[in-house]
Structure formats: C-alpha cells, structure tokens
C-alpha cells in the first residue's frame, strides 16, 4: 500500500477483555516496529520484526502483550485481559532499509496513524 | 543502544530560527542519527538524517560536530505549523535493531 495502515483507528473495550491490533505495512518493507505512545508521553517501544522473526521481545510490558507477522507483511499486536493502563495509542512503523542496505544511511520508519486503545 | 538526551520544551515566535540539541555521548561508529516530527493525532515523520558535518534538505539542517556526541536540528523561519515534538533517533546502519525514542523536545511555535 501507499503508506502505513493500521486497524482499528478507535477501539473501546472493557477491562479484561483481548483485542487484536493490526498493522499493514508498505509493500516491500522487511522491518516492522511496535511503539505505545500514552497521553502526553513519547513513544515507548514494544517489538520489532526482522521480516517474521521478532529478535527481541524485551520491550513487551506484560505476558498479556504478544505479537506476531506473517509472511513478512501484515502484523498483529494482541492484549490479553486488558487492564486500564493499557489504554494508549499503539503505533506501527515499517522500514525498507534500503539506505542500511546501500551502505548510504539507516532505516528510516514510515508510521501509521495509530490505534487508540481506550480500556474502560 | 546510544540513549539520546533533548530539552522537554521549547518555546519560539514565527519567522524565528530554532535549534533543537540533541546528546547521544555514547554514539558507535555504525550509528546515524534521525530526526522524527510528530503532531497531535498523528504518527511521527521522518525529517532529515545524517551521520557527520551538516546535512539540509527543503525542511531543515542537521548539524553533527567531529565527535557525533550531539546533534542540532535547525529548523528555519518556524511557522505556526511547526508546532510539534521533534523525536532525535540514533540507529545503526545495519538497520535491524530496537530503535528506542527519547522524550522528545515539544516546540511551542507562537505569533
């Protein structure tokens, strides 16, 4: 696609329940990043892939967090039993690294709009 | 993972010149660094890269000194819409690693 898409854009839930955040990112892009942004805050990191493969989880807060990319494109961020704090915006972002790969520069991240994740 | 260091906030006039510094005294030989702008709602966007000296493109200068231990993002004539946090990144070239953000600096843009 032409940019970054991530689904939904709004999503209210209540507390305990899983939801599913998607992430679509541009055609061709190997790498492919998680971020939470909560109100106010930058952004913090969650998970990378390195086409399916994710080499560090380290940044997932909880068990509750898991992530996963199939066929090095679409990726879904999934929160077990959600809880109040988990209320944020999740940001997606995907990287060619064809400036690492040329030797010119490193990745630059293309990011999604985002999904606002409302636990009440 | 070179961690990266910027003012909370800044606050400037329109027509004005801004400089946003950013420390990363641990930066490696691989790594460049990232400029990123986000606004409210909205994910952030790359601005300008650079690995050493100085760096400009249609929307800003980047300005490394020799040693790499900081950087200084160079925003001409700020407008209104400038308004924004400004996000210094600091990554390897290989490209596959966790790129961590810092706080960011947010850039106040007044008449």
């Known amino acids: 696609g032409a940019g970054v898409s991530q689904s939904p854009s709004n999503k209210v839930t209540e507390k305990g329940k899983d939801v599913e955040l998607r992430c679509d990112p541009i055609?061709?892009?190997?790498?492919l990043y998680w971020y939470r942004q909560s109100l106010g805050q930058g952004l913090e990191f969650l998970i990378y892939?390195?086409?399916?493969?994710?080499?560090?989880k380290s940044g997932l807060p909880s068990d509750r967090f898991s992530a996963e990319r199939t066929g090095g494109s679409v990726s879904t961020l999934t929160i077990q039993r959600t809880q109040q704090e988990d209320s944020a915006v999740y940001l997606c972002?995907?990287?060619?690294?064809?400036?690492?790969?040329?030797?010119?520069?490193?990745?630059?991240?293309?990011f999604g709009a985002g999904s606002r994740l409302t636990v009440l | 993972l070179a961690k990266t260091t910027q003012p909370i906030s800044m606050d400037s006039y329109e027509g004005q010149e801004v400089n946003i510094t950013c420390s990363h005294n641990?930066?490696?030989?691989?790594?460049?660094i990232t400029w990123y702008q986000q606004f409210p709602s909205q994910g952030p966007r790359f601005i300008i890269q650079?690995?050493?000296t100085k760096v400009t493109n249609e929307v800003a200068s980047l300005f490394i000194p020799a040693d790499r231990k900081s950087s200084t993002l160079s925003l001409p004539r700020v407008s209104l819409s400038d308004t924004a946090v400004y996000y210094c990144?600091?990554?390897?070239?290989?490209?596959?690693?966790?790129?961590?953000f810092g706080a960011g600096t947010r850039l106040a843009v007044h008449p």
């Open positions: 972002a995907s990287s060619s690294l064809a400036g690492a790969v040329l030797g010119s520069g490193a990745n630059v991240l293309t």
């Open positions: 055609s061709g892009h190997t790498a």
């Open positions: 892939f390195q086409g399916n493969s994710a080499p560090d």
């Open positions: 641990n930066i490696a030989t691989n790594d460049y």
């Open positions: 650079g690995y050493k």
């Open positions: 990144l600091v990554g390897d070239r290989d490209g596959y690693n966790k790129l961590i």
